[in-house]
């Protein structure tokens, strides 16, 4: 957001970025566009907000078959390319394919299957990161697209990737996950951490987007398991059951 040089693409690629196929969405104002002397790098700047809005320009506009989603603040590891290219020969049908993400420190971003998989659980569907995702552009139809309700910027501020993943997988398209690290990511801010009634706002839409019938077995799931990890207090059940039930409201509304 809000760039106007292309110097931060500087640290983000093990080789200099001339080198790869890149289109920068920049979501910022008329008074700071970035410009691209790169005949490699193109370069569109979005007068619009929203994490899945940008997410949709890009997908819209990417002219590449194999399409890695990144954000500005990633560092890729040495030769994620040929790894991303191994593994989409292997899965040649594959609309999205997760792969791992690390920590500065080297240590693994989260947990991950040991395997590779191509039967994802709920689990597995529901913790895959944007900066995880390799989408082939090439199987999709044009519908394909987040849902810009959700993400940052968005009504719903968190939720897009997963949402995505269930549309794909309820249209049909293949899905796997991959054991290759092709990305460093930063820890999460703990400025980005919400409170309780935000948080469970989102997760009301969220999962009343993805579960629809089976609503009410994953809120108390998600209560229980924040119970269990201490991210959730019996004192603030009621307020996160409202804010949840609030959420699910509001999404109905904006249909």
């Avoid at 994802?120 to 090439?138: G, Q, R, T, Y």
């Avoid at 009301?204 to 209560?223: D, M």
């Amino acid at each position: 957001m809000n760039r106007s040089s292309l110097d931060f693409l500087i640290p983000m690629f093990p080789n200099h970025f001339s080198g790869y196929s890149i289109l920068v969405i920049n979501q910022t104002t008329r008074d700071a566009v970035a410009e691209s002397n790169y005949p490699n790098v193109r370069v569109i700047n979005s007068f619009e907000t929203g994490l899945s809005k940008s997410r949709n320009l890009a997908l819209s506009k990417a002219t590449g078959k194999i399409c890695i989603i990144t954000d500005d603040d990633v560092t890729f590891k040495p030769e994620f390319e040929e790894k991303v290219l191994k593994v989409f020969n292997a899965e040649r049908n594959a609309a999205l394919i997760a792969f791992r993400a690390e920590k500065p420190d080297g240590s693994l971003f989260k947990k991950y299957p040991s395997q590779r998989i191509t039967a994802l659980s709920d689990f597995n569907m529901l913790s895959i990161m944007s900066v995880e995702m390799v989408i082939n552009k090439a199987v999709l139809s044009d519908d394909v697209k987040f849902d810009e309700r959700f993400g940052l910027g968005a009504q719903f501020t968190m939720g897009e990737e997963a949402i995505f993943a269930y549309t794909l997988k309820d249209k049909g398209y293949a899905i796997a996950m991959e054991p290759e690290v092709i990305v460093q990511h930063p820890e999460v801010h703990s400025a980005l951490i919400q409170s309780v009634k935000k948080k469970y706002y989102v997760q009301g839409a969220f999962l009343s987007r993805i579960f629809k019938r089976a609503y009410f077995k994953w809120l108390f799931l998600k209560v229980f398991f924040d119970l269990k990890q201490g991210k959730l207090k019996f004192g603030e059940i009621y307020t996160a059951l409202k804010a949840a039930s609030k959420g699910r409201k509001d999404l109905i509304e904006t249909k």
